[in-house]
């Protein structure tokens, strides 16, 4: 870009940022929306999401109240500020829908994950994954000669850098359910 343009004022945007052009900062929010316990509300909320490209980072869902048959669904996603206030807005808007909750932007909040994790590795390296789990107080849930499988619980962060520990040492694979997240206090 030449010199007049940048004093008129002009700014760099790429034609390939169509999801984003006013180049708006991206924000990661965990959205939890709780939701009659019925066929097909979960393909809808996820249909709202994938028809209109935005993306989901992660997504659980279980029954929270057996006798009012709710689920809670907890969705991970990340947009600009604008596109986040629409996914909630859409949210509300839909029948089987009771509450929406952006927990990022309304207060604390408790986020947690599980993961099995299989390591392979004898000698040194097997001792060095042990070693390691009971740091990270990860628990031995299945053990063979050549391998263990781990579970770990804790913040998606903990359990991104026990993974990434676990690589050099034999790592074969990795199983996360998602994030399941509650905000603090005696509040919904």
Do not use: C, W
């Amino acid at each position: 870009m030449n010199a007049l343009a940048l004093k008129k004022g002009s700014s760099r945007k790429s034609a390939y940022d169509l999801k984003n052009p006013q180049g708006d900062h991206q924000e990661t929010h965990t959205i939890t929306v709780l939701v009659d316990n019925e066929a097909g509300v979960l393909a809808r909320v996820i249909g709202l999401f994938s028809g209109r490209g935005y993306n989901i980072d992660s997504l659980t869902v279980a029954e929270v109240d057996h006798a009012g048959h709710r689920s809670r669904i907890t969705v991970v996603t990340t947009g600009t500020p604008a596109v986040i206030e629409q996914i909630k807005a859409q949210l509300e808007r839909m029948v089987p829908v009771y509450a929406v909750h952006d927990l990022t932007v309304e207060g604390p909040s408790v986020e947690r994950e599980l993961a099995l994790v299989k390591v392979a590795g004898t000698g040194e390296h097997r001792v060095e994954a042990l070693r390691l789990a009971d740091v990270f107080r990860a628990n031995v849930v299945d053990t063979t000669l050549e391998s263990f499988v781990f579970e770990i619980t804790g913040a998606p962060e903990k359990i991104d850098t026990f993974i990434e520990l676990m690589r050099p040492l034999g790592l074969v694979e990795a199983g996360r359910t998602g994030i399941a997240a509650l905000s603090r206090g005696a509040h919904i």
